[in-house]
């Protein structure tokens, strides 16, 4: 069973930054796909990005790309969520997520899931 943790949320001022963690508690982490994805207050979750499993393949939704970066350290058997320039609309509770197989964009893909830390951000 893959456990997923995530870690880092708080409340930050537009224009700040944020890293966001997720531990997965398994071994197989190198063959895990692993995405990111977050709910805003009275929306649907929604896709933020994805990395494949060695990590020079990123997906990014148009509104975070260029200001988020996924990474990862398989050797941590983490992934990272680095947050920049930060605006409020970016509030949510951000969810990490994992797959095998292939990169995706599509939450349904997810077969693991954490249970979101929040983010908020104030203008």
């Known amino acids: 069973q893959v456990q997923l943790e995530e870690s880092g949320g708080g409340l930050v001022q537009a224009g700040d930054s944020l890293r966001l963690s997720c531990a997965c508690s398994?071994?197989?982490?190198?063959?895990?796909?692993m995405g990111w994805f977050r709910q805003a207050p009275g929306k649907e979750r929604e896709f933020v990005g994805t990395?494949?499993?060695?990590?020079?393949?990123?997906i990014y939704v148009e509104s975070v790309r260029g200001r988020f970066t996924i990474s990862r350290d398989n050797a941590e058997k983490t992934v990272y969520l680095q947050m920049n320039n930060i605006e409020p609309e970016d509030t949510a509770v951000y969810y990490c997520?994992?797959?095998?197989?292939?990169?995706?964009?599509?939450?349904?893909?997810?077969?693991?899931w954490g249970r979101g830390t929040q983010v908020t951000v104030s203008s």
């Open positions: 990395i494949d499993r060695s990590g020079n393949d990123t």
């Open positions: 997520a994992a797959r095998f197989l292939a990169v995706s964009p599509h939450e349904h893909d997810y077969r693991y």
């Open positions: 398994v071994g197989t982490f190198t063959l895990l796909v």
